[in-house]
Each structure stands twice: as C-alpha cells, then as structure tokens.
T-cell receptor, first 112, second 115 residues
Framework: EDQVTQSPEALRLQEGESSSLNCSYT??????LFWYRQDPGKGPEFLFTLYSAGEEKEKERLKATLTKKESFLHITAPKPEDSATYLC?????????????FGTGTRLTIIP | ETGVTQSPTHLIKTRGQQVTLRCSSQ?????VSWYQQALGQGPQFIFQ???????GRGNFPPRFSGLQFPNYSSELNVNALELDDSALYLC??????????????FGPGTRLTVL
C-alpha cells in the first residue's frame, strides 16, 4: 500500500529562519510527487510537481527536491505570509487511475 | 481563465439525510477527482471521473456516488449521512491525460457538517 509520511507535524520559525520540511514515501512506482500549500478552511494550492530523483524546483522562497525515498521542501528566509499547512502527495503508476495519496501535512507558523 | 469552483460553501445536514455537492472544473480540464478531508488530516481520495465515467475509487462505501456531465462539471452525492461524514469535501480537476503525472487543481471546498 502506498504511504506518505510528513515531518514534522508542526514547525514554528522566526521570520527569516530557514528550515526544511520532509516527505518520505513508499510506493510501487512513482509517477509524480506534488507539493501543495493549504490555508485554513481553503482548498490546497498547487506548488510543485517532481518526477524523478535529483529533480529540483524553485518558487520565490520555496525549493523542492526529490530523492528515491523522500522529498524536501526548503524554505529560505520565510515571512509571516508563508504560514500555512504544506501537503505532500504522490501519484503512482497505475493505468487509468490518477489518484493522489496525501500525507497529513506540516503546519508551518512564521513568527514576526 | 476560471479556476475550479464548488457549491455550496457550507452545508449543515442531519444524520440520515442526503446531500449533493457540485463542482465546475477549470477550463480545459476533463478529469475531476473528489476528496474528503477531515480536520487535521490530509485529503482522502473518494473517486475520479473521466469522460463521464468513474475511473478509480478509494475506500468509501457505495452511499458515496458521483456524476460527471458533458461539460466536465461533476456532482458528489452522499446518501444516509453519518456523523463521520462531517468534513471538507474537495474537488480537483486536471487537464487532458498524458503519460506524465498530472497536476490536480483544487477548488475551495464545501464544508459539510452532519448533526
């Protein structure tokens, strides 16, 4: 069974204090790994897709990386507006079914 | 370009009732997926529709059913509501399928409360 585990569950950082969120996964065949940001009571907002080990993608203060077992979301010099829950999801090789399997998320709080 | 929209925003029902949630997919997207998100959890896959047919289903009972219409919009129906059905219901659309992983773009969700 496909599994996605995110750590830590919650993270509090001072504004400007860089850190990383982890997403480890166990799947039969990875088709893609996705990062989303979710604000309270809202739908997830798409951030990145990673397809193969060694791939990296950046957007503003965020950088996502992928290995064969895990992905990291690096946050550089975060600002209070980066506070949100960050969700990781995997899509597996399964003909005809494109479901996403999500982790439980990391709740990030940036303190001014 | 219009994103994914869902209606209603909030809904309160009593146990045993039936509910219909609606979703309009993003322009150019032909696949719609539905997810249930309980408080503090990640979204759980309910089912997916492609070309008006169910294309994969998660671990949800048959009282969860759906439809996709020719314009790619979709409905989620839940019969015989239970207290545990209280959650945020998310609809996501994705573009025409190809060999790579397809990003799914989510709507704002419908908050369902079952009393």
């Amino acid at each position: 069974e496909d599994q996605v585990t995110q750590s830590p569950e919650a993270l509090r950082l001072q504004e400007g204090e860089s850190s990383s969120l982890n997403c480890s996964y166990t799947v039969s065949g990875l088709r893609g790994l996705f990062w989303y940001r979710q604000d309270p009571g809202k739908g997830p907002e798409f951030l990145f897709t990673l397809y193969s080990a060694g791939e990296e993608k950046e957007k503003e203060r965020l950088k996502a990386t992928l290995t064969k077992k895990e992905s990291f979301l690096h946050i550089t010099a975060p600002k209070p507006e980066d506070s949100a829950t960050y969700l990781c999801a995997v899509q597996v090789v399964n003909f005809g079914n494109e479901k996403l399997t999500f982790g439980t998320g990391t709740r990030l709080t940036i303190i001014p | 370009e219009t994103g994914v929209t869902q209606s209603p925003t909030h809904l309160i029902k009593t146990r045993g009732q039936q509910v219909t949630l609606r979703c309009s997919s993003q322009s150019g997207h032909n696949t719609v997926s539905w997810y249930q998100q309980a408080l503090g959890q990640g979204p759980q896959f309910i089912f997916q529709y492609y070309r008006e047919e169910e294309n994969g289903r998660g671990n949800f009972p048959p009282r969860f059913s759906g439809l996709q219409f020719p314009n790619y919009s979709s409905e989620l129906n839940v019969n015989a509501l239970e207290l545990d059905d209280s959650a945020l219901y998310l609809c996501a659309s994705s573009p025409i399928r190809d060999s790579g992983g397809n990003e799914q773009f989510f709507g704002p969700g419908t908050r369902l409360t079952v009393l």
